[in-house]
């Protein structure tokens, strides 16, 4: 199993990952490429468990990540 952990060695859960996907989506002056292409591409983000994260897209894309 594959883990992803921070510089400090505490695991990253999707909370974290829900965090960081928030406040791209709420920037009113997205400069990052990826802000932008989220706020294009995706409605919400939900952590339902700390090891599942699920985007909702606005519309079908098959070029999401």
Known sequence: ????IFHDGSQVTSADIKF???RMLIDPDPRIASAANLQ????KVEA???A???ATLLKR?????
């Open 40 to 43: 294009r591409k995706v409605e």
């Open 1 to 4: 199993k594959n883990r992803v």
């Open 61 to 65: 894309d098959i070029f999401f990540d």
């Open 48 to 50: 339902p468990d700390p």
């Open 20 to 22: 960081g996907a928030d």
């Open 52 to 54: 599942t994260v699920i």
